[in-house]
Nanobody, 123 residues
Framework: QAQLVESGGGSVQAGGSLRLSCAASGYMDSRSVLGWFRQAPPGKEREGLA?????????TYVDFVKGRFTISQDSDRNTVYLQMNRLKPEDTAMYYC???????????????WGQGTQVTVFS
């Protein structure tokens, strides 16, 4: 079991930055994968943004965030971050942290989810 708690969401003007945090606890090992997803509007399938191998050695991104978003994990492996730069109004969504064991950006491949944190980008 893994427990995930997101924080860091808020409202920001277009072009600005936010850093989301995900406090992770519970069992994770070298096969664990942590990811960031977003959902807008509610009820729509969550889209994968970035994933990172537990330990932080490798990461991958969906094309439309490459160069703007960066996923990282701190040295004690308890927190995963999503640094978001040059934000756009279309980035407005509920952002979720997730944990699984597949190298995938698909929602269905992740088992554990946080409660989400809202990001609103205004023009």
């Amino acid at each position: 079991q893994a427990q995930l708690v997101e924080s860091g969401g808020g409202s920001v003007q277009a072009g600005g930055s936010l850093r989301l945090s995900c406090a992770a606890s519970g069992y994770m090992d070298s096969r664990s994968v942590l990811g960031w997803f977003r959902q807008a509007p509610p009820g729509k399938e969550r889209e994968g943004l970035a994933i990172i191998a537990h330990g932080g050695a490798i990461a991958t991104y969906v094309d439309f965030v490459k160069g703007r978003f960066t996923i990282s994990q701190d040295s004690d492996r308890n927190t995963v971050y999503l640094q978001m730069n040059r934000l756009k109004p279309e980035d407005t969504a509920m952002y979720y942290c997730a944990a699984g064991r597949s190298w995938s950006l698909r929602e269905v491949d992740f088992t554990y989810w946080g409660q989400g944190t809202q990001v609103t980008v205004f023009s």
